[in-house]
């Protein structure tokens, strides 16, 4: 069976399980403590950070975006890039906004503060990062609304890439109740279309070392 | 004519000025000063970073990761990053680890504190920040040496676009004259391989502000 290992909180695996779902790919889920760098996983991915795939070939694929580019090319019957070169730049153009710039300005600030500095003993949350990760997540979010109130989907007429990295990064952040959601109409009205696909069925049914999510996570008429 | 829009110590652009030459696709320069916000630049590239390319057709492209994966997929004469699956894997694995992890880890601790940060105005460069950039690079330089001693090009027996993306940030650390070659031979065979191409004339006839790089820069027996 296919593995993927993981970290319940991070987007960048969240992403991969919502791609593997949509693709009706199955998988078996591992936990990787990345911190504990452990040697037979060093060994999979030098970089250790989660995801790493493991193909049932044997084949290795370390890294969220290589993970998606690999997926793409391997199960050609379904692309979620796009049909023509315009689709597929802004698809891949929105994915890194989405991975690097989302993530660096909002998930940081906001997740990594209060869970993963928390975990390592790292101290506690610094009131600057979590008053720019909120800022920055408001902004994020009247962008994500205003790209769905002109096109179907973020990237356009199709759903895509684009749609899965946006979800992962705002589903982590909604799984500690820190997305508010009356920003932006149009951006709820997106998510919750993501929400109710079968794909996310795996990640809102989440609960991490027992702890349940707020309620509204896993509604889908939030 | 195609172009491309950059800033000359920018890694990420200097990767797609290797590629654009290594595919034998003109185009022209355009400096773009990011901090400056230029709504034109805003609207091609609603990130601001550099590089954003532009096609003849007016198909824009932006992000240097975007355009490699654009590149390989519009000009399917020439693959760099390799023929079966296991090679572009390892491939696009490398690229994402000089892309994030050796720009985090080294590029940005050196050239963004010596250069950016003064052009900018924002101080003076941070003890700390080189100190973990000197010793972080010594690290890459030996693991790029270990690659380099063990395969014929980084990801394999092909020249792929991991080594233009390991060679883009060394590239502009070099300018700067912030790399210490005597730490690994095999790492400088391998530079001085990538150097001899010509896809790398422009680069090493770079001069910034008039300013010259140190001699060994564009030396090919440096
Ligand atoms: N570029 C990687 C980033 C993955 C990443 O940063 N994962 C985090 C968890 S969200 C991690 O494993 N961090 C551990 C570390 O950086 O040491 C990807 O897209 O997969
Ligand atoms: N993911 C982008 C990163 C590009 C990037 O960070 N470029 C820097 C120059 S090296 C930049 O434009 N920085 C301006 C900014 O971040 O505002 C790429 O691969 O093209």
Chains 1, 2 share one sequence.
């Not at 690999?70 to 991975?99: C, H, I, Q």
């Not at 982590?172 to 508010?180: A, N």
Request: proline residues 7%; glycine residues 4%; charged residues 25%.
């Amino acid at each position: 069976m296919r593995v993927l290992y993981h970290l319940p909180l991070s987007p960048f695996a969240r992403k991969v399980r919502l791609v593997l779902a949509e693709r009706r790919l199955p998988f078996e889920l591992r936990l990787e403590k990345v911190w504990e760098r452990r040697p037979e996983y060093l060994e999979l991915n030098p970089a250790c950070t989660v995801p790493t795939l493991v193909e049932d070939s044997g084949l290795v694929v370390p890294d969220s975006a290589v993970i998606c580019e690999y997926l793409e090319e391997a199960y050609p019957d379904m692309t979620l890039l796009g049909l023509n070169m315009p689709e597929r730049v802004e698809s891949r153009r929105l994915v890194k906004w989405f991975d690097e710039k989302f993530f660096a300005e909002v998930t940081r600030n906001l997740l990594w503060e209060k869970t993963m500095k928390q975990a390592l003993r790292l101290g506690a949350p610094e009131a600057g990062a979590l008053r720019a990760g909120y800022a920055n997540l408001k902004q994020h979010l009247l962008y994500i609304g205003w790209l769905a109130e002109h096109r179907r989907w973020l990237a356009g007429e199709n759903l895509s890439l684009a749609d899965f990295a946006a979800a992962a990064q705002l589903s982590s952040l909604d799984f500690i109740g820190d997305v508010d959601w009356s920003v932006s109409p149009a951006a709820k009205d997106w998510y919750a279309r993501m929400k109710s696909r079968p794909a996310f069925r795996a990640v809102l049914a989440d609960r991490i070392n027992g702890q349940a999510p707020p309620p509204h996570y896993a509604d889908l008429d939030f």
